[in-house]
């Protein structure tokens, strides 16, 4: 059960990482300079919460 929450975590941030660069990719050159910033911000907290949920589930397999 835990091996299927973990898998889907993981797969789930993939594709929002995946997506939010798809997007970032697909503007006009001049917005693309003042999107960087943005991008690198999405991408950092996107990181910060792949390591939260990794932590998390570490935790709960510990105490269980």
């Given at each position: 059960?835990?091996?299927?929450?973990?898998?889907?975590?993981?797969?789930?941030?993939?594709?929002?990482?995946?997506?939010?660069?798809?997007?970032?990719?697909?503007?006009?050159p001049?917005?693309?300079?003042?999107a960087?910033?943005?991008t690198?911000?999405?991408?950092a907290?996107?990181?910060?919460?792949t390591?939260?949920?990794?932590?998390?589930?570490?935790?709960y397999?510990?105490?269980?």
């Amino acid at each position: 059960m835990i091996t299927i929450a973990t898998t889907l975590i993981i797969i789930f941030l993939v594709i929002i990482l995946i997506g939010t660069l798809m997007v970032a990719g697909k503007s006009d050159p001049g917005y693309g300079k003042k999107a960087k910033n943005t991008t690198v911000t999405i991408s950092a907290i996107y990181l910060f919460v792949t390591v939260l949920a990794v932590a998390g589930i570490a935790v709960y397999v510990y105490f269980i």
